[in-house]
C-alpha cells in the first residue's frame, strides 16, 4: 500500500533528492507507540522504495537489503532529506539511499537491490 500523501508529503523533489514532511495524524502513530510515536522502520523502507519508484518510473520489488541502518528515529512531523543513487545492471536497480532530519542527522542509512516488475 502506498504511503505517499497518508504518512508523508513530498515537499520537494529535484532528480535525485526528495524533501519529505512527515504528517502527524496518522493512524499508526496511535498505536506505534502511545506517548511516544515513531514511524516504523518497514513504513520508512516503503517510504524509500516508493521515492525510487519516481526515479526510475517504474514499480521495485525489493530483492535483498544488503545494509539498513537507522541511527535516529523518524517522528510525525519530521521534515526529511532523502538523497537516492542508483545504478541498473541485468535487471537489477542498486539503491543507496541516505535519509537525513533538519538537523542533519542521518536517519536512515540503507543498500539494497530491487528487481523490476
Do not use: W
Not at 43 to 71: A, G, H, P, W
Not at 95 to 104: C, E, F, G, P
Request: glycine content about 4%; some cysteine.
Amino acid at each position: 500500500m502506498t504511503q505517499k500523501n497518508f504518512l508523508y508529503d513530498v515537499v520537494q523533489h529535484e532528480q535525485n533528492s526528495f524533501i519529505l514532511q512527515m504528517k502527524e495524524d496518522h493512524l499508526v502513530y496511535k498505536g506505534h507507540f502511545p506517548g511516544f510515536p515513531i514511524t516504523p522502520g518497514v513504513m520508512t523502507l516503503q517510504m524509500v522504495k516508493e521515492c525510487v519508484n519516481e526515479i526510475v518510473s517504474r514499480d521495485l520489488q525489493y530483492c535483498t537489503i544488503k545494509k539498513c541502518r537507522f541511527f535516529a528515529l523518524v517522528k510525525p512531523g519530521d521534515k526529511l532529506k532523502l538523497d537516492i543513487l542508483t545504478a541498473e545492471h541485468d535487471g537489477i536497480i542498486s539503491v543507496n539511499a541516505l535519509l537525513t532530519n533538519s538537523k542533519d542527522e542521518t536517519d536512515v542509512r540503507l543498500e539494497l537491490e530491487s528487481e523490476m516488475k
